[in-house]
């Protein structure tokens, strides 16, 4: 599916304290916009594949990745968050 005509979609650009891995920014006011945050488990710094999805959300929460997308008139309500966490083939998804 081709997602160009209902989204802007950026990736590795500053917003609040940091640097997002994806955003999609909805044409349209009534689509929802998208934070996509993507890590690598590390065993040194999480337990479980879990654990790494529960880092990538925090980053976004931490770093205010939302603020862009707020600035722009998007309702926080209308935000939705997603941590990708990996381990060789091995993909978590919160």
């Known amino acids: 599916m081709e997602l160009a005509d209902r989204y802007v979609i950026t990736s590795n650009r500053e917003s609040g304290f940091g640097r997002y891995d994806v ?8 689509d929802d916009a998208f934070i996509l945050e993507f890590k690598v488990h590390d065993p040194d710094d999480e337990k479980t594949l879990q654990d790494t999805v529960e880092a990538a959300l925090k980053q976004i929460e931490d770093m205010n990745y939302k603020s862009v997308l707020m600035e722009e008139g998007i309702c926080e309500d209308r935000i939705r968050k997603y941590g990708f ?3 060789g083939k091995r993909v978590l998804i919160g």
Do not use: D, N, S, Y
């Not at 955003?23 to 009534?30: F, Y």
């Open 23 to 30: 955003i999609l920014k909805p044409r349209k006011k009534e």
């Open 85 to 87: 966490g990996f381990e």
